[in-house]
């Protein structure tokens, strides 16, 4: 996959018996695209709008698929807590998973940021 040089860490958060826990998994060798911009917006004017897309080859997406509501994270995040732990990171919360791993040509997961 084109572009496939970037690594993520993927945290999701667990419900136990026992309390809350996160689970960090690192994948190396995504691809990761980021856009930061602004929509129109009332009555302000603007509001953030960033889009944020990875694509997983094929090869690389984990046996536990990440699902809406996880954390992407650019680079390795050694362990999560708290939102704090995210300071210095660039990350998106998952909105949306595509399986394109059926097609001949470049099989893989893309995750897009919520709207």
């Known amino acids: 996959m084109l572009g496939a040089g970037e690594t993520v860490t993927i945290v999701r958060h667990l419900r136990e018996k026992t309390g809350d826990s996160y689970s960090c998994r690192v994948i190396v060798g995504v691809s990761w695209f980021g856009k930061r911009g602004d929509k129109p917006s009332e009555p302000n004017g603007a509001a953030p ?46 909105g949306q998973l595509g399986d394109n791993r059926r097609g001949r040509f470049l099989p893989h997961v893309v995750l897009k940021n919520e709207d």
């Open 49 to 94: 709008n960033h889009s944020y897309s990875v694509r997983i080859p094929g090869s690389k997406v984990p046996d536990v698929l990440p699902r809406p509501g996880d954390l992407v994270v650019r680079g390795i995040l050694p362990f999560y807590e708290s939102p704090k732990s995210l300071e210095g990171f660039e990350w998106f919360r998952i």
